[in-house]
């Protein structure tokens, strides 16, 4: 590491961490926010985007959307710098549930009625794919999640020539652990004739993501911002790989034909070309102000994904080192030690048979986090000192104890 990098670590270890002014309307010095995995604060910046939407409306009124246009464009440079794809690749939606609509409505699942996934899914994949499942109209078939380490050969048994498209995390959001050979399982749909869309919510701006280090360029992906960007909701995205011109999404709103309403003629509905063709409709552009907002702000600060990764590494050694020391009853938490820290993305998981109830008590102390299941997710973020994590792992052992 160049003496430059390990200084600027130095910064954010210590207290007050070097980042956390940057952040005091959310206070991230005066509290425990160990919810960097779900909600990561807003730097202030994000507060004067919000102020220049409303002013932008006060002042265009329905003339806006040019200005509103010119901050999405901003926001999909962001997302493609984050993945290493072109700008146009990058289509826009409010959340990924309404991206992911689309995606499947455009799938044709008429003549490939099967879709294949996983048993440790987000809610926004984990619950549609079960509804779907439920209609008994298509074949859904789930593979389990862990182990990680073979997912990709268990979800690769499963893809033949029924199959429309695999979906599956690059980062499990219950556990943090890293799928890998994402690239062999793209390699099999390729062969069947089928798609791949892989969720890097949890991957984004925490564990360095690159479509062609990856070899993941023929895969479509979604994620979004209110997680590890800092983006806050209303800004999610999905890049669409090369050769998918002639895709028609079922589900799609009249901004794919915003540009062309003039010039419709009756016959087919008529699409928008690159992201246009994977547009809903009239949305709420706050969102983009405040992103175009934090997305400089991080590139100004050179908060890139590698420095990111470095930070987040650091600070996730550190909970568990701290926390292995407290070496607590391992039937009321414990930790997954078979897996090696380098293979976890944002945040450190714990498993605890009442998780639920330990979150509320961690909240009543003072430690804002939060649990899936039985999993407790502890999530450090770049404005945090190492003596606030300290200080969190402290109060996880008193919960505990306390019972």
């Known amino acids: 590491m160049d003496p430059a990098t390990a200084s600027r670590l130095d910064a954010l270890r210590a207290s007050p961490n070097a980042l956390a002014r940057h952040y005091s309307r959310f206070r991230v010095e005066e509290r425990l926010l160990l919810t960097g995995h779900s909600h990561q604060a807003w730097p202030d910046v994000s507060f004067d985007g919000q102020l220049e939407a409303w002013a932008d409306a006060a002042e265009g009124v ?176 999905l890049r669409v790989p090369p050769g998918r011109e002639g895709m028609r999404p079922l589900l799609t709103g009249w901004f794919s034909e915003f540009a062309h309403l003039t010039e419709r003629v009756p016959g087919r509905v008529p699409y928008g070309s690159g992201p246009a063709r994977w547009s809903g409709a009239t949305y709420d552009p706050t969102s983009h102000y405040r992103a175009a907002s934090v997305f400089q702000f991080f590139e100004e600060m050179s908060l890139d994904p590698g420095f990111l990764r470095a930070v987040s590494r650091h600070q996730i050694r550190l909970l568990a080192e701290r926390f292995d020391a407290l070496d607590l009853d391992p039937g009321r938490i414990r930790r997954d030690r078979d897996v090696p820290l380098e293979a976890v993305g944002g945040f450190l998981a714990f498993r605890a048979p009442v998780a639920g109830r330990l979150a509320s008590s961690l909240r009543d102390r003072g430690l804002l986090t939060d649990h899936r299941g039985e999993w407790l997710r502890l999530g450090p973020a770049p404005y945090l000192s190492d003596e606030q994590l300290g200080a969190a792992i402290d109060l996880v052992g008193d919960a505990v104890t306390a019972g």
Not at 102 to 118: D, K, M, N, Q
Not at 159 to 177: I, K, M, P, Y
């Open 62 to 237: 329905d003339e806006k959307w040019g200005r509103a246009e010119a901050k999405a464009e901003r926001v999909r440079r962001g997302f493609a710098r984050l993945l290493g794809a072109r700008q146009e690749e990058i289509a826009l939606g409010q959340n990924t549930h309404e991206l992911v609509l689309r995606f499947l409505s455009a799938l044709p699942l008429a003549e490939r009625p099967r879709l294949v996934t996983t048993d440790g899914e987000f809610h926004t994949i984990r619950r549609q794919l079960d509804r779907i499942a439920e209609d008994g109209r298509l074949e859904v078939v789930k593979v389990p999640a862990a182990p990680a380490a073979g997912l990709a050969e268990r979800l690769i048994a499963t893809v033949n020539d029924r199959t429309s498209a695999l979906l599956v995390s690059s980062v499990l959001f219950e556990t943090a652990h890293i799928v890998p050979r994402l690239d062999l399982v793209l390699s099999a749909c390729r062969a069947r004739g089928a798609d791949l869309l892989v969720d890097a919510y949890h991957h984004l701006n925490v564990v360095p993501f690159s479509l062609a280090g990856d070899r993941l360029e023929d895969a479509f992906v979604v994620g979004g911002g209110y997680k590890y960007c800092q983006l806050g909701e209303g800004s999610c995205f």
